[in-house]
């Protein structure tokens, strides 16, 4: 397949046009015109960049990609280091970062929502990335934090009565702790996102609302394994989700 019939189609897709985001979406780092063997992961880093040259990829297809709002454009030290091996493989670096979160189907928030059988009924936040769901029956909030830890592969942080019946959830994935409030006015008994700040902790103390904190790299490896799943149906292409662990 060829980089630009991928990109395009990518692009159609997720619509990055829609979104201002930290960073630029889609092609970051242009490699070979040919496409066959992807390797898919959360971020861009040395660690996934030398797996994708292991298996012999020509694209690396990430959640976190590089050039972000405010960093350092410099090319030195370890951002010398990524570039200088991705160009000399010739390995084409693809991005998506607030896309693939709000995606319907591949998203973040989506894949998130099936792994735990919520059903989305509403979504709150900038671009409508914060989601919303009510369950069928109260579960305790305990409880969805140890469903967290098996479904998520991490031990959750959680701020709140591990015994309060939770009716109302919300979730976004990654750093979305600042949204806390939003999830209060819509509703939410319990917000799950990936990262907590220091007054998340009294948010969730004075508001009575249960706080989540499952891990951004926790939250935000579906969307991206997903994407290469649906490219590995639609085009046949070879696909591999690499996981690069992370305990944040």
């Not at 454009?73 to 693809?94: E, P, S």
């Not at 109302?168 to 819509?186: K, L, N, P, R, Y």
């Not at 799950?192 to 490896?221: C, D, F, K």
Request: glycine share 10%; proline share 4%.
């Amino acid at each position: 397949m060829r980089r630009e019939e991928l990109t395009t189609y990518l692009n159609g897709m997720l619509m990055p046009e829609r979104f201002h985001d930290y960073c630029p979406n889609g092609l970051q780092v242009e490699g070979r015109d040919e496409i066959h063997r992807i390797v898919c992961g959360v971020t861009a880093n040395r660690a996934l960049i030398e797996a994708a040259i292991e298996r012999g990829a020509d694209c690396l297809l990430v959640h976190h990609g590089w050039f972000w709002k405010g960093e350092d454009g410099r090319v030195t030290g370890f951002r010398k280091q990524r570039l200088q091996r991705l160009l000399a493989h010739d390995i084409n670096l693809i991005a998506y970062h607030l896309p693939l979160d709000a995606h319907p189907v591949v998203g973040n928030n989506a894949q998130l929502a099936a792994r735990f059988g919520w059903t989305i009924d509403g979504h709150f936040g900038e671009h409508d990335l914060g989601c919303r769901a009510v369950l069928p029956a109260p579960i305790f909030a305990g409880d969805i934090a140890a469903q967290a830890a098996r479904l998520l592969e991490r031990p959750p942080l959680l701020i709140g009565d591990p015994g309060q019946a939770v009716r109302t959830v919300a979730w976004c994935s990654g750093g979305a702790q600042d949204w806390f409030e939003a999830a209060i006015a819509a509703g939410a008994e319990l917000f799950m996102s990936g990262e907590i700040s220091e007054q998340t902790t009294h948010l969730a103390r004075e508001s009575g609302v249960a706080y989540l904190a499952a891990g951004h790299h926790a939250t935000e490896r579906y969307g991206v394994k997903a994407l290469g799943e649906h490219l590995a149906e639609r085009f046949g292409l070879d696909c591999e989700f690499v996981e690069i662990d992370n305990p944040v």
